[in-house]
């Protein structure tokens, strides 16, 4: 089977995830609970801080305010569990059944998440968009253009966190427990994306450091766009940027994946 005939097995893969994530509806009701009480936590800590300052790194209150609830809304679109399913399917030894399907199977999982993601998009990320817009005095885009630029980078975003999910999840076909290292990448994705902090609260040093790792256009770049502080040749520069990590990172996940299966003990069966 040439890659070209493969492609039509991977939108299969989207497809079936698309409806298999749809026995889980439920989780996406509790699901725009618990994201609109984040923002809510966040947005009274903001209006305090504020309360002493009409501006703090850049930012005034009614930008920051929109900075929250959008990089939560992104958020509800973005995220994926690759890691945890990887880790899940080696222990049990079903990983074995995905290595004997004719796909690529980095490829898979994208398709996966992909198909995860749309199904966020309609039933989760609109309706929390809806309930923050009308619950906050959330900012549209700055302008048109800087909303195209943003979808844009959501979908970089999706396929950033896809890639290093994929490189955590494949530390399972190395050790026997991952749950260490995907809490410990899930806290450091948090703070260093710019979900919890924006990086424009760092030291200006640090900025510049953090803005050559991946984990900022997770979240910071996009809702740098959003509020139009990377306009014009800046924000296409941020996409190149994000379009560059989103290849560097598929790229160290494949070779680590060839590596690792050197390596691979399949538990359980």
């Not at 609260?201 to 450091?209: C, K």
């Not at 520069?237 to 560097?248: H, N, R, T, V």
Request: proline share 5%; hydrophobic share 55%.
């Amino acid at each position: 089977m040439t890659r070209l005939h493969r492609i039509p097995a991977y939108f299969e893969f989207a497809r079936m995830a698309f409806l298999k994530i749809l026995a889980y509806r439920l989780r996406y009701l509790t699901g725009i609970l618990t994201y609109f009480i984040n923002v809510t936590v966040y947005t009274f800590i903001w209006r305090a801080i504020f309360s002493a300052s009409d501006t703090v790194a850049g930012y005034d209150l009614p930008q920051m305010v929109t900075y929250v609830a959008v990089s939560w809304i992104i958020r509800s679109f973005y995220f994926n569990n690759i890691d945890r399913d990887m880790a899940t399917e080696v222990a049990e030894g079903r990983i074995a059944i995905s290595l004997i399907k004719p796909v690529d199977t980095q490829l898979m999982y994208v398709a996966q998440t992909s198909g995860e993601a749309c199904f966020r998009a309609v039933m989760f990320t609109l309706p929390i968009a809806a309930v923050l817009f009308l619950a906050y005095p959330v900012r549209p885009p700055a302008s048109p253009e800087a909303g195209a630029a943003f979808l844009c980078s959501c979908v970089l975003a999706l396929l950033i966190f896809a890639s290093i999910n994929f490189i955590v999840g494949t530390f399972a076909l190395r050790i026997q427990s991952i749950v260490g290292v995907i809490r410990a990448k899930y806290f450091v994705v948090e703070f260093l994306s710019g979900l919890l902090l924006p990086l424009s609260f760092f030291p200006e040093r640090l900025q510049r450091l953090l803005l050559l790792l991946p984990f900022p256009h997770i979240s910071y770049t996009p809702m740098q766009i959003y509020l139009g502080k990377l306009r014009g040749a800046s924000a296409l520069g941020a996409l190149g940027l994000q379009l560059l990590w989103a290849a560097s990172l598929f790229a160290a996940g494949r070779l680590f994946w060839r590596a690792s299966m050197k390596r691979l003990s399949v538990q359980g069966g």
